[in-house]
């Protein structure tokens, strides 16, 4: 069930409590994560966090935690999915969704007892109603309590009987109608996957209505919509300007501004800057020596339109300016961090560590792994294209990175591979002369472990100037591998990605390209 008033109905009830958190392993769900975390502070909430990366991670988690916890909170997890059913809970256990993955799975909406949403209900979520979806389990037979009536003529007994006939049949038929039109509806619902509003939105919005809002919080909500922002950052800057550490060197403050449309450029060089942001590389063509002759002309010339966007900044004392973007590379290459030496976990508390204003110096690492990571999209993107790896299988593209391609062990990872995909898929777009395959989805594959013989697979929507971007590929994944026996593991919280036998590849693609076609 949605949860009306969060303050009440959620955060005065986990307040009195011990509670366990199941983090995400994405940027939004570590700032809300962040958030949450500074409430149950303030007021000495005990808590366990528990990252997770899957399913699985999940599960196994859930497991060894059920005994010791009643109430449970969910971040970026657990909304898309029957819980109830992945989980099996006992009756008094209590889940808490705050999930952006949309839609939310109908089982979650209506379950009044034990799944409680922390989603803004004011989303265009076009839930089915509670009537097409559930009805009550009718008895299919009827006893006619004849026995008894033993005095009945035999054609009474029969006529009867046949109306019984009658109206079990128009029941079943009722009954497969309804079923038919369920199947239908839920079909319609559950197609497109997509992103509602992001958790740590909603996070902060819990802390402003209970006046505990702080400039950091507010920085944690650098994702989500920046006209939202604007007045909460005025809000704030009003209320530290006349405070004594206004202008002190240890002091924080946020700014609204615009600035170029450049990835980490304030921490790296013009060039290198230029080269490894997907919108320049894609609009110059830098894969090719055209391409590079163009962006030494742009540095000459220095004047190119749609450079700026709105953005915010953070500004901690004289020394350290980071824009919202840099953050978010930061923060997303430290939890794919291709380093040996730290686990899934590890890499989780990193990230998370990351975001405090004590720990710039593991900011700073995390931006230098961005560069690495931007600077290995972007070669693997000219490799791809210069080597015409995008095939057209149809209904979507396809493109394959083969074992020993450099780099190819980061673009195993989810985020880092849809982030490929992405930018692969919008340099395409500028590159290709074909119109029909400008409006195509990608389904990109990379190699996952060679000892099980697996890949990694994600599916991307066309690239539009539309703000909405939902994503068919989850429902259609499943219903391939279905079809096919194709042996696939749906671990991921976003349904769109996938891991795959790489010998079922072959069968999987022709019955996706059947599916969509």
């Known amino acids: 069930m949605f949860v009306s008033d969060f303050r009440k109905e ?38 366990t966090l528990v990252p997770v990366s899957g399913w699985q991670e999940l599960e196994t988690a859930f497991l060894e935690h059920k005994e010791q916890f009643h109430y449970f909170i969910l971040i970026n997890c657990g909304a898309n999915v029957d819980l109830l059913d992945i989980l099996q809970p006992d009756e008094d256990t209590i889940f808490f969704v705050c999930d952006t993955h949309r839609p939310v799975n109908v089982v979650n909406v209506y379950n009044d007892t034990q799944i409680k949403l922390l989603i803004k209900q004011d989303d265009d979520l076009e839930v089915p109603a509670y009537d097409d979806l559930f009805r009550d389990e009718e008895e299919d037979e009827e006893h006619s309590g004849n026995e008894s009536d033993e005095g009945s003529e035999p054609s009474e007994k029969r006529t009867r009987l046949e109306e019984e006939i009658v109206e079990r049949t128009m029941k079943r038929r009722q009954r497969r109608e309804w079923e038919a039109r369920r199947r239908d509806i839920l079909f319609d619902y559950e197609q497109y996957e997509y992103h509602g509003t992001s958790s740590a939105m909603l996070m902060f ?84 020596l055209h391409g590079q002759k163009r962006l030494q002309e742009f540095l000459a010339d220095v004047g190119m339109k749609d450079m700026r966007i709105q953005t915010f900044s953070i500004h901690f004392g004289f020394k350290h300016k980071f824009l919202a973007s ?52 972007q070669q693997t993107i000219a490799s791809c294209l210069c080597t015409n790896l995008i095939i057209s299988q149809g209904p979507f593209l396809y493109c394959s990175l083969m074992e020993g391609t450099p780099d190819v062990m980061l673009f195993s990872k989810p985020a880092s591979l849809s982030l490929l995909s992405r930018h692969l898929l919008k340099s395409f777009v500028c590159w290709t002369k074909n119109r029909r395959c400008k409006l195509l989805p990608l389904v990109m594959a ?72």
């Open 446 to 517: 990379a190699p996952l472990s060679v000892e099980q013989g697996t890949v990694t697979m994600v599916g991307i929507p066309p690239e539009t100037d539309s703000s909405d971007k939902k994503n068919f590929f989850g429902r259609a994944f499943e219903k391939a591998a279905e079809s096919t026996n194709s042996r696939t593991m749906h671990n991921h919280f976003d349904l769109s990605v996938i891991e795959l036998k790489a010998e079922d590849r072959s069968k999987f693609l022709d019955a996706l390209v059947s599916l969509l076609s």
């Open 205 to 288: 919005d819990l802390a402003w209505m209970m006046s505990k809002d702080l400039s950091d919080m507010l920085w944690m909500k650098y994702v989500t919509d920046v006209g939202v922002l604007q007045r909460h950052v005025s809000r704030h800057s009003h209320r530290h300007q006349d405070e004594e550490h206004a202008l002190s060197v240890d002091c924080m403050r946020i700014s609204f501004e615009y600035d170029l449309r450049l990835a980490l450029y304030q921490h790296w060089s013009l060039h290198d800057s230029l080269c490894n942001t997907c919108y320049t590389a894609a609009r110059f063509k830098l894969w090719s």
């Open 326 to 377: 840099d953050v978010v590379f930061a923060t997303m290459a430290l939890m794919e961090s291709p380093e040996k030496d730290g686990s899934g976990t590890d890499n989780f508390i990193q990230a998370l560590d990351s975001l405090s204003r004590s720990n710039l110096d593991k900011l700073y690492h995390g931006l230098e792994l961005a560069k690495q990571q931007l600077r290995a999209t």
């Open 10 to 47: 959620f955060y005065e009830v986990v307040q009195s409590q011990r509670v366990l958190l199941f983090v995400a392993s994405d940027v939004d769900a570590l700032c809300a994560c962040k958030i949450l975390q500074a409430l149950f502070q303030c007021d000495h909430v005990p808590y």
